[in-house]
Nanobody
Framework: QVQLVESGGDLVQPGGSLRLSCAAS???????MGWYRQAPGKERELVAT???????NYADSVKGRFTISREYAKNTVYLQMNSLKSEDTAVYYC?????????WGQGTQVTVSS
């Protein structure tokens, strides 16, 4: 069992920035890990992720604005979000894949509104 705790969600104005954090209860080294989001009435979608091979994938809609990073010493993945738009409003979920099983956090709300 792996626990994930997300933080950093907030209400922010368009053009603003936020940084989300996701702390895992075990080592994240070598594991696929990243972020999805789900807006009201829409399906959950990939935002940014590290693959098991260490590659990074971004959704086209966030390329150039969002940056995923990780800190092994803290078992934590971050999502730096800049130039936020109203369409980025969603619940953001962190996940990690361990032994082919996906574990999810509880989600953190990001609202972009003036």
């Amino acid at each position: 069992q792996v626990q994930l705790v997300e933080s950093g969600g907030d209400l922010v104005q368009p053009g603003g920035s936020l940084r989300l954090s996701c702390a895992a209860s075990r080592s994240i080294f070598g594991n696929a890990m990243g972020w999805y989001r789900q807006a009201p009435g829409k399906e959950r979608e990939l935002v940014a992720t590290f693959t098991t091979g260490g590659w990074i994938n971004y959704a086209d809609s966030v390329k150039g604005r969002f940056t995923i990073s990780r800190e092994y010493a803290k078992n934590t993945v971050y999502l730096q979000m800049n130039s936020l738009k109203s369409e980025d409003t969603a619940v953001y979920y962190c996940y990690i894949t361990v032994n082919s099983h996906d574990y999810w956090g509880q989600g953190t709300q990001v609202t972009v509104s003036s």
